[in-house]
């Protein structure tokens, strides 16, 4: 592979193996909003994507429950690491969310965390990728759902994705 293929993302020929004992958690955390909520990604891998919340005071409503956009904020970040893992060190794939219905199914109080959010992807194509995302209180029950439409940026629509 050439610089310039390398500057540009571009892989020549088939995907090389991921190297052995390369985990993608210890090399990219979550973006700033979610890890000031206390979110963090505990399980990724192609098409799925998991996350812990551990619901601090700044998450709480005047009800005192989890606020809708804090929750909504969850979601939309596990759907949104779903569609972009990459197994190759010093690279990344990004998606910006097109659209994301959230649907509450019960309200979630600081006690019952962690919370556990999980992304899947449900289909679309190198461009567009379709998640549903759902999440858990600690005693398993469901507390909100999500599906989403996400865009892959170009550079990022095959699992090599692009240089950090």
Same mark, same amino acid.
């Given at each position: ?18 190297? #052995?004992?390369?985990?993608? $958690? %210890?090399?990219?955390? +979550?973006? =700033?909003?979610?890890?000031?909520? &206390?979110?963090? @990604?505990? *399980? ?50 990004? #998606?910006?969310?097109?659209? $994301? %219905?959230?649907?509450? +199914?019960? =309200?979630?109080?600081?006690?019952? &965390?962690?919370? @556990?959010? *999980? ?46």
């Amino acid at each position: 592979m050439s610089a310039s293929d390398d500057a540009n993302g571009a892989l020549p020929g088939p995907l090389p193996d991921p190297p #052995a004992g390369f985990d993608t $958690l %210890d090399e990219e955390s +979550v973006s =700033a909003l979610p890890a000031v909520q &206390g979110m963090r @990604r505990v *399980e990724w891998r192609d098409g799925f994507a998991a996350l812990t919340w551990e619901i601090g005071a700044e998450a709480v409503n005047r009800q005192g429950v989890a606020h809708g956009g804090a929750t909504a904020t969850l979601l939309d970040t596990a759907a949104g690491y779903a569609p972009v893992y990459c197994p190759y060190p010093g690279r990344r794939r990004r #998606a910006f969310t097109l659209s $994301l %219905d959230l649907q509450f +199914v019960g =309200a979630i109080r600081p006690d019952e &965390g962690p919370v @556990r959010a *999980e992304g899947r992807v449900t289909g679309g194509g190198s461009a567009i990728a379709f998640v549903e995302a759902q999440a858990w209180n600690n005693a398993g029950a469901l507390v909100a759902k999500a599906q989403g439409v996400f865009r892959l940026r170009s550079d990022s629509r095959s699992l090599w994705g692009a240089p950090r």
